[in-house]
């Protein structure tokens, strides 16, 4: 599935850009995906695009400054879930928290790659994918990463960045 959704990054430049479900399910197979991952990653894509519509826009220069009133608050202590501990491992949780004290993943970006990555099978999750995770919630918010956080991200010398 993960490279499905590197595909649909990396020749769609923005959410807007991307096709409807349905034919982007027939791009993809013209592509040469298998259906089962096609299947699978617009099943994740769908959700991705529910969570991302509910949440308010996110200006990540005003994050710091002002919060969203109904997203969480840049100065409370996100605690994991025993639940979330274990399908995101120590890694991803350790990568996670990397990005937020970088001022990269605010806490309304952060709840929407925590949703994304645990509706995903793999325990504990991979961190190459937990990448692709927060490239893709990027992406489904308009936004592109600065220069170092795309790199950080896109550290895989075979994937082509925006």
């Known amino acids: 599935m993960f490279e499905v959704l590197v595909y649909v990054y990396e020749n769609f430049w923005s959410v807007e850009a991307c096709p409807q479900l349905d034919q982007l399910?027939?791009?993809?197979?013209?592509a040469g995906f298998e259906s089962d991952e096609i299947e699978q990653a617009l099943h994740w894509l769908a959700g991705l695009n529910l969570v991302s519509h509910q949440s308010s826009p996110i200006d990540i220069s005003d994050a710091v400054t002002t919060p969203v009133s109904h997203a969480p608050s840049i100065?409370?202590?996100?605690?994991?879930?025993?639940?979330?501990?274990d399908h995101l491992g120590a890694e991803c949780l350790g990568f996670i928290s990397f990005l937020e004290s970088a001022g990269v993943l605010p806490p309304q970006m952060r709840e929407i790659v925590i949703?994304?990555?645990?509706?995903?099978?793999?325990r504990p999750m991979a961190l190459d994918d937990l990448k692709i995770i927060v490239l893709m919630v990027y992406w489904s918010m308009g936004l592109e990463p600065d220069a170092l956080v795309l790199d950080e991200l896109c550290d895989d010398p075979g994937r082509v960045a925006h």
């Not at 409370?76 to 979330?84: C, H, N």
């Not at 949703?115 to 793999?122: F, H, I, K, Q, S």
């Open 115 to 122: 949703d994304r990555a645990m509706v995903l099978t793999a």
């Open 25 to 30: 399910g027939r791009k993809l197979s013209a």
């Open 75 to 85: 100065h409370s202590l996100r605690v994991y879930s025993v639940a979330e501990q």
